[in-house]
């Protein structure tokens, strides 16, 4: 069975330092990853996917994702926070005995100060 | 292309009433699920379907029940309604590249139904 582990429920940033959110997974075959971003009372955005073709995933608005296999880990990183990143940020695992639905963390609130 | 579409956006119900949350998608996926959010749960799965005709339970199943008769349309029912039920629901398809690992299937996903069950 797939899960996944988002190590913080809330971040707080000050605009123009650096972001990192921090997700570990487990699954029991090749993981497809996934981090979504929903804004206070919106739907689920894409921010980025990883599919085994690069270990160093590159999304939208800046952020990126390293897949690192010994640790298990995905985390979401962006060197500079924008006062528009304050949202709730999902780290996501694909199951393959489910057909790709998804397993959802249960979620990293990002806080940025101005 | 409309995408993931979900009606209502909105509904009130009250304990022990029934109703159906529809979902529809017109970009011919094969795969189609529901999940529900909850605060500090994240989303989780209740039912999905992976064609016209054959579905499946997910990690919170029970209240729901789900049928799939077309390729477009993925409608979630809740027989009794109760305030457990509370909650804003997504809808989500996706295709299928014949299950090839690593999958490159993306899951598209709807606007979300707000319910409130009093």
């Known amino acids: 069975a797939q899960s996944v582990t988002q190590l913080d429920s809330h971040v707080s940033v000050s605009e123009g330092t650096p972001v990192l959110l921090r997700c570990n997974y487990s699954?029991?075959?090749?993981?497809?990853l996934f981090w979504y971003v929903q804004h206070p009372n919106k739907g689920l955005q894409l921010l980025l996917k990883?599919?085994?073709?690069?270990?160093l995933v590159k999304g939208i608005n800046g952020f990126e994702a390293e897949f690192k296999k010994s640790e298990t880990s995905f985390h979401l990183t962006k060197p500079s926070a924008h006062m528009s990143d304050a949202a709730e940020y999902f780290c996501?695992?694909?199951?393959?005995?489910?057909?790709?639905?998804?397993?959802f963390g249960k979620g990293t609130m990002l806080l940025v100060s101005p | 292309n409309a995408g993931v579409t979900q009606t209502p956006k909105f509904q009130v119900l009250k304990t022990g009433q029934s109703m159906t949350l529809q979902c529809a998608q017109d970009?011919?996926?094969?795969?189609m699920s529901w999940y529900r959010q909850d605060p500090g749960m994240g989303l989780r799965l209740i039912h999905y379907?992976?064609?016209?005709?054959?579905?499946d339970q997910g990690e919170v199943p029970n209240g729901y029940n789900v049928s799939r008769s077309t390729t477009e349309d993925f409608p979630l029912r809740l027989l009794s309604a109760a305030p457990s039920q509370t909650s804003v629901y997504f809808c989500?398809?996706?295709?299928?590249?014949?299950?090839?690992?690593?999958?490159?299937?993306?899951?598209?996903f709807g606007p979300g139904t707000r319910l409130l069950v009093l």
């Open positions: 699954s029991s075959y090749s993981p497809s």
């Open positions: 989500a398809s996706s295709y299928s590249n014949g299950r090839i690992l690593p999958y490159q299937e993306t899951q598209y």
């Open positions: 379907s992976v064609g016209a005709g054959i579905t």
């Open positions: 970009m011919n996926h094969e795969y």
């Open positions: 990883y599919t085994s073709a690069a270990t």
């Open positions: 996501v695992v694909s199951d393959y005995a489910r057909y790709s639905t998804l397993t």
